[in-house]
């Protein structure tokens, strides 16, 4: 399973944060592969719908995330902004944050 995160928006713009962040779960151990797999099964991501939220009209800096989960043949993407109203997400999106690989600029 390969899970990329795109984060774009907010109140400061820096080039660097729009580049995806990535988890291969070939490259985790086992545990963490579970841990991981556990949070795609509780966010129940493949059953989101493509949008789950936008911002309100007029709203400004809010941050855009893109996630894009590949599973063997599967392949899903949920757009979201901050704030994340979906705890389980939240959890997802903070994983990816925190194990994941910033991939360089192309």
């Known amino acids: 399973m390969q899970i990329s ?3 774009t928006g907010g109140f400061a ?3 660097g944060l729009q580049r995806p962040i990535v988890v291969d779960t070939g490259q985790l151990n086992d545990a963490e592969e579970r841990a991981l797999t556990h949070l795609v099964e509780q966010a129940n991501f493949f ?3 493509a949008t789950l939220n936008t911002p309100h009209p007029g709203s400004a800096d809010y941050q855009n995330y893109t996630l894009t ?3 063997g043949r599967r ?3 949920v757009q979201f902004v901050d704030p994340i109203n979906h705890d389980p997400l ?3 999106v903070e994983y990816v944050q925190q194990h994941g ?3 360089p600029a192309k």
């Open 47 to 49: 059953e989101l719908p």
């Open 75 to 77: 392949q899903h993407s």
């Open 90 to 92: 939240q959890a997802l």
């Open 69 to 71: 989960i590949r599973k």
């Open 5 to 7: 995160l795109v984060t």
């Open 13 to 15: 713009y820096f080039p």
């Open 101 to 103: 690989v910033r991939q």
